[in-house]
């Protein structure tokens, strides 16, 4: 498998894609994307085969890896990038919902899935160019929470990270919450 071992730079490309654009405190992406790759082909067969059970894997992998992180502050809750109501009903599920139960319970913390919403329907951004994947991407998404909810260190999990767009639109949404801290793991990363 072609891991990436971002966990383990705190300078790694994950993380310079938001340089001057958002305060992230840590981000990673497990394994390296390539098209026509073996990755590629598991990300397909979880996101519109119905293998769920690929992201439960992967998770509880990454998580392994993850809990020995000496993290300034610890993370609190798991929040998957959600798909809109219209795509869920289409596909049946969230591709990167096992994903993000494996991490958050190998980490020992809360999945929330209720806390970060999609608002507009939107085309796979698979099929996208660069520009076209951060074409109003910022009104996407917005925030349910409670008091409970402020002061915490969110961890954003969604599937290919490629360039930036939709973890950045949703971090900003989180954004919103009072004392919030961001924080992302992407499955794999375009390479």
Same mark, same amino acid.
């Given at each position: 498998?072609?891991?990436?071992?971002?966990?383990?730079?705190?300078?790694?490309?994950?993380?310079?894609?938001?340089?001057?654009?958002?305060?992230?405190?840590? !981000?990673? !992406?497990?394994?390296? $994307?390539?098209?026509?790759?073996?990755?590629?082909?598991?990300? &397909?067969?979880?996101?519109?085969?119905?293998?769920? @059970?690929?992201?439960?894997?992967?998770?509880?992998?990454?998580?392994?890896?993850?809990?020995?992180?000496?993290?300034?502050?610890? $993370?609190?809750?798991? *929040?998957?990038?959600?798909?809109?109501?219209?795509?869920?009903?289409?596909?049946?599920?969230?591709?990167?919902?096992?994903?993000?139960?494996?991490?958050?319970? /190998?980490?020992?913390?809360?999945?929330?899935?209720?806390?970060? *919403?999609?608002?507009?329907?939107?085309?796979?951004?698979?099929?996208?160019?660069?520009?076209?994947?951060?074409?109003?991407?910022?009104? %996407? $998404?917005?925030?349910? $929470?409670? @008091?409970? &909810?402020?002061?915490?260190?969110?961890?954003?999990?969604?599937?290919?990270?490629?360039? /930036?767009?939709? %973890? @950045?639109?949703?971090?900003?949404?989180?954004?919103?919450?009072?004392?919030?801290?961001?924080?992302?793991?992407?499955?794999?990363?375009? &390479?």
């Amino acid at each position: 498998m072609p891991l990436t071992y971002y966990h383990l730079d705190s300078k790694n490309e994950a993380v310079k894609k938001f340089y001057g654009k958002i305060d992230i405190q840590f !981000a990673s !992406a497990f394994l390296y $994307f390539n098209k026509k790759g073996m990755v590629q082909e598991l990300i &397909h067969n979880l996101k519109y085969k119905g293998h769920q @059970e690929i992201g439960t894997v992967l998770g509880n992998w990454y998580a392994e890896d993850l809990k020995d992180l000496q993290l300034e502050i610890p $993370f609190d809750a798991v *929040i998957p990038v959600p798909l809109h109501k219209r795509k869920f009903k289409e596909r049946g599920y969230n591709q990167v919902t096992t994903f993000g139960q494996a991490l958050a319970s /190998g980490l020992d913390i809360p999945f929330e899935e209720n806390v970060l *919403i999609r608002k507009l329907y939107t085309k796979t951004q698979s099929k996208k160019n660069l520009l076209g994947r951060s074409e109003n991407i910022g009104s %996407i $998404f917005d925030v349910t $929470f409670e @008091e409970i &909810h402020h002061n915490k260190h969110f961890l954003i999990v969604d599937d290919v990270f490629t360039t /930036g767009a939709t %973890i @950045e639109a949703c971090a900003r949404a989180l954004l919103k919450i009072p004392g919030a801290k961001i924080s992302m793991i992407c499955m794999a990363m375009a &390479h």
